[in-house]
């Protein structure tokens, strides 16, 4: 199996939010390709979950 690993600049910011969310650094991320798709399905189901409270507290009266 072939990982291509990500270049990507980040910020000491983006950094720790990416470790206080993710528990892992952008090291991490950028070299598992199995750590980086574990992380999108959560942003996926967090957006998912967001969308729809959204939708719920528009919807009230």
Do not use: C, D, W
Request: proline share 2%; glycine share 4%.
């Amino acid at each position: 199996m072939i990982i291509h690993r990500i270049e990507t600049l980040y910020t000491a910011e983006m950094e720790k939010a990416m470790q206080q969310s993710h528990g892992m650094g952008f090291e991490e991320y950028s070299q598992s390709l199995t750590k980086r798709l574990q992380v999108e399905r959560e942003r996926e189901r967090n957006y998912q979950m967001m969308n729809q409270m959204t939708a719920e507290l528009n919807a009230r009266p």
